[in-house]
């Protein structure tokens, strides 16, 4: 039983993190087609930066998450402007893209080593003092991220439901050629949905950083296909889909640690279980759980 | 003898069910124009009944034996070829290549061949012939080693009919063959047809528009709309029919 | 090093180059091929000949799982299942202590003989030839040129087979499908039967560089076959020109000199780096130049700009 509740609640962090990040990462595919392979150093350049401020410089740590929160946006814009807008132009394909996206991250990630070096770090908090639920050790921590997590998965969901920008998003992803000849400014929903992907990089980051208590460079890499499996299991291009699948896979892959699976899973195979996950969805189902295909399957 | 039989398919996706319990059958020789208004499902038939799309419900036959459950590369080579609206044909690929790829029995399609070379260039040459002449017939024998994306959509018409009839086939479904192309290449392609059928017995079943060359060319006409059939029968019984009318002219009043 | 590179692009260039299959996994297959040697040599005594010939098998076999599973999908969706494919066997030789020894490579495969590595017989080999070439080239003559000299004869061999393979009406059928599906398949031909094809053919040149690899280096281990290794192929494949197979040893030189300059080149600017700096350096350099290469030029040195932008 405690087993049980120990791994649900590490499934519904790791799960609210996945579903942040697979945000992102789903709103480029449904809008720009692009599986974005530098997601991950996004995550790993959002919690430097915010480790940066926040311990180098001692700035307030909320402080600290929005500052890293909008470098996050503004090198997403600028990469936007630079380079994207320019592949689009010239139509570039699905490689291209791939490899381009590849290599952005290839570039990241020495960056990002470079400026901060690679040993591990920690925020400042105390990520010691833990709760006792019956019986499962609730790390403060993470409760903390728990909450402002599921409070920013809302406030996503409000976004994209509500906000006229949002909706114009789901409106180009849906129908690109029409959304555009109805006076939906391309440009404008190209750009917001970088801007968006960049601000929800960081806060996964950052969030990831605390929940594991310490980080390196590797972080955001070694959980990019995770936030990938997230992805297709909500359902490529549905941005609500990406909510659900994140939660469903993070929760999935801790509560594989159970017994009941197979005498459970040890849990150094759990990114096996997000990678399986990921392979048996695009099998079996690869419409995700909501059952739509968009674009081309 | 029914060289194919269609027996009450239908298929539905996205919401919509283009087509509903279709019946007929097509004797072997022969030529049939399926017509019809726009989005009555006819290119949707065609993709059932090649293998593109699955149905849901009911049975194809092809000679005898049933091909709804096959895939469409197999359904080609037992004989039941088509061509596609608005022809495709392969741009990267000559206007030569494009032609051999269609000549069935290709030692170079299996791997293990790939060791006795010699076999295969014997069928290259081969192939090569039979392009060439396929090409002479529409006269197209200039553009043979230039990339196929060259050619103006008529002459892609030709070349894709050309190719289907490369494969040496028993049921050729040509969808819209003569869409968009000027007068004189249709003489071309209706000599063309004209000549295979003699020669070769092969059966056509046919999508068109153009109303006044299907009614001068068909032995048979079969009208479709809204997904299923609503008429069939000789070219002159359909001109007269009022169902077919009004599909075509929406529920106009006729006369006065 | 190159020389590997090159054998290991030739597969990509299979893969992609012909049929337009975007593998993103290859490196899996390199891993398969190279730890199947080390472990039936060293655990189960194998000669390293047999080893090698089912270690690529294996590699092929590999492939085929792959396509037979995933081909289906579209572009995209396969590229990310190939890529979860080469980490979860990645992840596998990781965590099989037992098998594959783990974090610590090979030199941790349990061996009845006590220490040793697995390069027994091709040692013989490469000592010959670093044997008659020392009268020439004294101390020039190292193991690593030997190894040089076995490689690249192989990868010219299998370049030249390459080219004759994509001159024959199987890689027709491929070309074509890289346009549309549909064409061939109202052919005849079985769309899915050619490409699975090409991706174990490229399957095993990536399971013969996996062997290369292995003796070259005496020693494997799981970092060896990260993710990013594919994508080392992949630039020089699309720097090579991915739709011909001439450039893949001028790109290989090239990627080998980007790899060997950032650790080797000890002038100035370089000197100004420590050594993790360079590896730095040299991922960054990739990158630039992976970017470079598709948005300037995506034909590579020897590719048609036509049929790049077909994709």
Same mark, same amino acid.
């Given at each position: ?85 320019? *592949?689009?132009?010239? #139509? ?49 921590? %993470? ?14 969901? *409000?976004?994209?439901? +509500? ?38 990089? /960081? ?89 739509? &295909?968009?674009?081309?399957? | ?31 049939? /124009? ?34 709804? #459950? ?20 392969? +741009? ?15 030692? !170079? ?11 295969? =260039? ?5 192939? &090569?012939?039979?392009?060439?002449? &396929? ?16 050619? =103006? ?34 003489? +071309? ?8 059928? @003699? ?18 060319? /068909? ?7 809204? !997904? @299923? ?28 | ?35 199947? $040697? ?36 579209? !572009? ?16 596998? $030789? ?21 220490? !040793? ?79 699975? %094809? ?40 699309? *720097? ?5 197979? +001439? ?23 370089? =000197? ?9 350096? &040299? ?20 590719? @048609? ?7």
């Amino acid at each position: 039983m405690t087993d049980l509740i120990q791994y649900l609640f590490n499934g519904l962090v790791a799960g609210s993190i996945f579903a942040i990040a697979a945000v992102g990462i789903s709103l480029l595919y449904s809008v720009l087609r692009l599986v974005n392979f530098a997601a991950g150093d996004f995550l790993t350049l959002g919690a430097f930066i915010t480790y940066f401020f926040s311990v180098t410089l001692e700035i307030n740590f909320i402080l600290s998450i929005i500052i890293s929160m909008l470098a996050g946006m503004a090198i997403c814009w600028f990469l936007e402007l630079v380079l994207w807008r320019n *592949l689009r132009r010239n #139509k570039a394909g699905t490689l291209a893209l791939f490899l381009v996206a590849t290599g952005v991250a290839l570039m990241l990630r020495p960056i990002i080593q470079y400026i901060f070096g690679t040993e591990t770090r920690r925020f400042n908090v105390d990520i010691l003092k833990t709760y006792d639920f019956f019986g499962a050790r609730i790390p403060q921590t %993470q409760l903390v991220v728990l909450v402002f997590a599921t409070i920013s998965i809302l406030l996503i969901a *409000l976004f994209m439901a +509500k906000a006229r920008i949002g909706k114009d998003m789901r409106a180009y992803a849906n129908n690109p050629s029409l959304a555009a000849v109805s006076g939906i400014n391309v440009d404008r929903v190209v750009m917001a949905t970088w801007l968006i992907s960049g601000a929800l990089g /960081s806060l996964a980051g950052v969030f990831q950083g605390l929940v594991q208590g310490q980080f390196n460079n590797a972080m955001g890499e070694t959980l990019l296909l995770s936030f990938f499996a997230a992805v297709v299991l909500g359902t490529i291009g549905d941005a609500y889909g990406a909510l659900v699948g994140g939660l469903l896979l993070g929760l999935f892959m801790e509560l594989s640690q159970l017994d009941i699976f197979f005498g459970g899973v040890p849990s150094n195979y759990k990114p096996v279980v997000a990678f399986a996950a990921l392979v048996l969805v695009l099998l079996f189902k690869p419409e995700g759980l909501f059952g739509y &295909r968009s674009r081309k399957v | 003898m029914a060289i194919l039989e269609v027996r009450d398919i239908s298929v539905s996706f996205g919401g919509i069910k283009p087509v509903r319990g279709v019946s007929f059958s097509v004797e072997a020789g022969s030529f049939t /124009s399926i017509i019809g208004p726009n989005g009555a499902g006819k290119t949707s038939l065609f993709n059932l009944i090649s293998g593109v799309n699955k149905i849901d419900a009911g049975e194809i036959l092809f000679k005898g034996q049933t091909i709804h #459950k096959l895939h469409a590369h197999e359904i080609a080579s037992r004989g039941l070829v088509r061509t596609f609206q608005g022809a495709k044909v392969i +741009k990267r690929l000559t206007v030569a290549e494009n032609l051999m790829m269609a000549v069935q029995g290709n030692p !170079g399609d299996s791997l293990w061949r790939f060791f006795t070379p010699r076999s295969r =260039s014997k069928f290259e040459k081969h192939a &090569r012939e039979l392009a060439m002449e &396929r090409l002479d017939r529409v006269g197209m024998t200039k553009y043979a080693d230039e990339f196929a994306g060259i050619l =103006s959509g008529g002459q892609r018409k030709l070349l894709d009919l050309s190719r289907a009839l490369m494969t040496n086939p028993s049921m050729i479904l040509l969808d819209e063959p003569f869409a968009g192309v000027n007068p004189t290449l249709v003489e +071309k392609l209706l000599e063309v047809l004209a000549t295979m059928r @003699k020669q070769h017995e092969i059966t056509f079943l046919l999508i068109e528009h153009d109303l006044e060359t299907v009614m001068n060319i /068909s032995e048979r006409v079969i009208v479709m709309a809204e !997904g @299923k059939i609503i008429a069939d029968g000789l070219p002159n019984s359909i001109y007269e029919n009022e169902q077919v009318v009004d599909a075509y002219l929406g529920s106009r009043k006729r006369g006065a | 090093m190159a020389g590997i590179y090159g054998v290991f692009s030739l597969g990509l260039q299979i893969q992609y180059g012909v049929a337009g299959v975007m593998n993103f996994g290859h490196v899996g297959m390199m891993a398969i091929t190279g730890y199947a $040697i080390a472990i039936l040599v060293i655990r189960f005594q194998w000669s390293f000949w047999w080893a090698a010939f089912v270690g690529v098998a294996l590699a092929a076999l590999g492939g085929a799982l792959l396509g037979l599973s995933t081909l289906r999908l579209s !572009g995209d969706y396969f590229a990310i299942a190939s890529i979860a494919f080469a980490e979860i066997t990645r992840y596998w $030789i990781l965590n099989s202590d037992g098998i594959t020894g783990g974090a610590q490579g090979t030199l941790a495969i349990p061996n009845p003989r006590g220490f !040793g590595g697995y390069t027994d017989e091709p040692e013989v080999i490469l000592t010959w030839i670093v044997d008659r070439l020392t009268p020439y080239l004294g101390d020039n003559a190292s193991r690593d040129l030997a190894v040089l000299l076995v490689v690249w004869p192989f990868f010219f061999l299998f370049l030249w087979i390459s080219a004759r393979l994509q001159k024959t009406s199987w890689a027709r059928v491929l070309r074509a499908t890289r346009e549309d599906d549909d064409v061939p398949r109202s052919l005849g031909k079985n769309v899915f039967r050619f490409r699975l %094809q090409a991706l174990v053919i490229g399957s095993v040149f990536g399971g013969i560089a996996g062997a290369f690899w292995a003796v070259q280096f005496m020693l494997l281990a799981p970092e060896d076959f990260l993710r990013i290794v594919t994508f080392y192929g992949w630039m020089i494949l699309i *720097l090579a020109g991915a739709t011909r197979v +001439k450039g893949l040893a001028i790109a290989a030189i090239f990627f080998g000199f980007l790899y060997g300059a950032t650790r080797f080149v000890e002038f100035w600017p370089i =000197s100004l780096l420590s050594a993790p700096e360079r590896s730095y350096l &040299r991922i960054f350099l990739i990158g630039v130049v992976l970017i470079a290469l598709m948005v300037k030029r995506p034909q590579g040195l020897f590719g @048609k700009r036509q049929e790049m932008v077909l994709e």
